[in-house]
């Protein structure tokens, strides 16, 4: 299922925790989390892609918002509290004392969530959800359930159990998929169904077998530093997880629903790139969080520069192949959203490098800074969206999602530079690969507007980048522990 953004290791475990990924390249390791991820991620593309094409423009730009709204609301508990919990069960001394936590984590992650999903219904009341009363009650379902199965997830990576989550996660997948083709052909008016069922699946399972591991019983303290670690790693997490899903909203309102139906399409296709990141970034954080400060800085620097070198590529192809993707995947009357996706992927580079620094901010308890960053781009999004939409329709909403990822990125880029002394040269070569292609994709479909806004985001990316390069001492620009 999606996920994004927080927590990972890997390997089934019966026993106290033996890190059974350690022995293991990092680039093997980022693999396989990342197929992990993959096989989450492709719910919610394949879900997009499947009523794109089955739904008309209307019905599909309503159900685009439903789900949007679910996920908006999802965050306000998974944003905060489950990265909060995450830290607190893999901060415990050994793994039976991880183990011994989870009770607690389960319990808090089912009534922070109860009370977050009760925001759904007057939201969707006031005209931000779909008209039909079905879609509705079942995007209440997905509000209420996907952040518990979020918070397991991240309690799963914290006690180093990937194994186990991805039998779990297979599992549920495949109940996903069954569910969604017999829903398109007979009941397409239930489209969230597979989602509240396959994430209640994983849930239930889940529980039932951490409980049985755990030996005892252990409590999360839920004191002052557990809150403002929770406050600020909400409004971090929230302020980015819900850029997307507020560009689609406010398009869907500013503008009509068939514009929102090419922004959500296009940003649904988008999300895929942000595997390889967010598995780089849980690799990240379940090795600070359990290192307690030590020996973290070699880990950062090098999943950084397999994320940064790895998603340059991976954002050329995508650029190089825009229309054929779109039409491939979306269908024929979705071609005009190929400048939408063009504007988004190539402002993507920044953001998607940066995400295994932020969350090693998060793990060591600097939420302050990642709060403040993802603020500033979701301010971004949400003014350029409504400024924009009405002008340039759903290219308007694409504008601002690119303008807020070159933002965020970047700045989280120079900050993990300051703090962590991060050689960016690997960063710089993706950078002067990514302006190269961007180059020869203009020069393919060279649409003034969309040229324009493609060639300042390259270079403002690469000259960025470029400056990070800092030639002073190396301590001398740290970032003090007390920023927080």
């Known amino acids: 299922m999606s996920e994004p953004p927080p927590t990972a290791e890997a390997g089934?475990?019966?026993?106290?925790?033996?890190?059974?990924?350690?022995?293991?390249?990092?680039?093997?390791?980022?693999?396989?989390?990342?197929?992990?991820?993959?096989?989450?991620?492709?719910t919610t593309l394949v879900f997009n892609?499947?009523?794109?094409?089955?739904?008309?423009?209307?019905?599909?730009?309503?159900?685009?918002?439903?789900?949007?709204?679910?996920?908006?609301?999802?965050?306000?508990?998974?944003?905060?509290?489950?990265?909060?919990?995450?830290?607190?069960?893999?901060?415990?001394?050994?793994?039976?004392?991880?183990?011994?936590?989870?009770?607690?984590?389960?319990?808090?992650?089912?009534?922070?969530?109860?009370?977050?999903?009760?925001?759904?219904?007057?939201?969707?009341?006031?005209?931000?959800?779909?008209?039909?009363?079905?879609?509705?009650?079942?995007?209440?379902?997905?509000?209420?359930?996907?952040?518990?199965?979020?918070?397991?997830?991240?309690?799963?990576?914290?006690?180093?159990?990937?194994?186990?989550?991805?039998?779990?996660?297979i599992v549920s997948d495949v109940l996903f998929f069954g569910s969604l083709a017999v829903l398109a052909i007979l009941a397409p008016t239930a489209a969230l169904l597979p989602f509240a069922f396959a994430y209640g699946v994983f849930t239930v399972v889940s529980v039932a077998l951490l409980q049985h591991r755990s030996a005892g019983r252990g409590r999360i303290p839920l004191d002052s530093r557990f809150w403002r670690y929770s406050v600020l790693a909400s409004v971090a997490t929230y302020a980015s997880v819900v850029q997307f899903p507020a560009a689609v909203i406010l398009t869907g309102v500013v503008g009509d629903s068939a514009q929102s139906a090419h922004i959500g399409a296009v940003l649904a296709l988008v999300t895929p790139l942000f595997l390889l990141p967010q598995a780089g970034g849980m690799l990240v954080f379940a090795k600070v969080a359990r290192a307690r400060g030590a020996g973290e800085q070699a880990a950062i620097d090098e999943l950084v520069r397999l994320v940064a070198l790895t998603c340059a590529a991976i954002v050329c192809i995508a650029l190089l192949f825009a229309d054929s993707l779109i039409e491939l995947l979306l269908g024929k009357e979705y071609e005009v959203a190929a400048p939408i996706f063009v504007t988004?992927?190539?402002?993507?580079?920044?953001?998607?490098?940066?995400?295994?620094?932020?969350?090693?901010?998060?793990?060591?308890?600097?939420?302050?800074?990642?709060?403040?960053?993802?603020s500033c781009g979701l301010a971004v999004t949400v003014i350029g969206t409504v400024a924009l939409v009405p002008a340039f329709d759903a290219l308007?909403?694409?504008?601002?999602?690119?303008?807020?990822?070159?933002?965020?990125?970047?700045?989280?880029?120079?900050?993990g530079r300051l703090r962590y002394d991060l050689p960016l040269s690997a960063m710089r070569m993706g950078g002067i690969v990514l302006v190269a292609v961007l180059a020869a994709a203009i020069l393919l479909d060279p649409a003034p507007l969309t040229a324009a806004l493609i060639l300042a985001a390259g270079f403002t990316a690469l000259a960025l980048l470029v400056a990070v390069r800092s030639r002073t001492r190396p301590n001398a620009l740290r970032v003090p522990r007390s920023f927080d």
């Open 12 to 42: 089934p475990s019966t026993g106290p925790a033996k890190a059974s990924l350690a022995p293991l390249p990092t680039a093997r390791r980022l693999g396989l989390t990342t197929v992990v991820l993959g096989a989450s991620g492709t």
């Open 49 to 169: 892609i499947v009523f794109a094409r089955v739904l008309d423009p209307q019905d599909y730009g309503d159900l685009a918002r439903t789900f949007s709204l679910s996920m908006a609301i999802a965050q306000l508990s998974m944003a905060g509290i489950a990265p909060a919990i995450a830290r607190a069960v893999a901060d415990a001394a050994d793994d039976s004392q991880r183990l011994k936590r989870t009770r607690s984590a389960i319990r808090i992650l089912a009534l922070s969530s109860l009370l977050a999903s009760s925001l759904y219904v007057p939201l969707a009341a006031a005209g931000l959800g779909s008209p039909h009363s079905v879609t509705l009650a079942l995007g209440w379902a997905v509000a209420l359930i996907y952040p518990i199965y979020f918070g397991i997830k991240a309690v799963l990576f914290a006690l180093d159990r990937v194994g186990l989550y991805a039998i779990l996660e």
């Open 344 to 374: 988004v992927v190539a402002c993507l580079a920044p953001l998607l490098a940066a995400t295994p620094v932020a969350n090693a901010f998060a793990a060591e308890g600097r939420v302050g800074l990642n709060a403040a960053v993802s």
């Open 396 to 415: 308007g909403a694409a504008i601002a999602v690119g303008a807020a990822s070159l933002l965020t990125g970047t700045l989280l880029l120079v900050l």
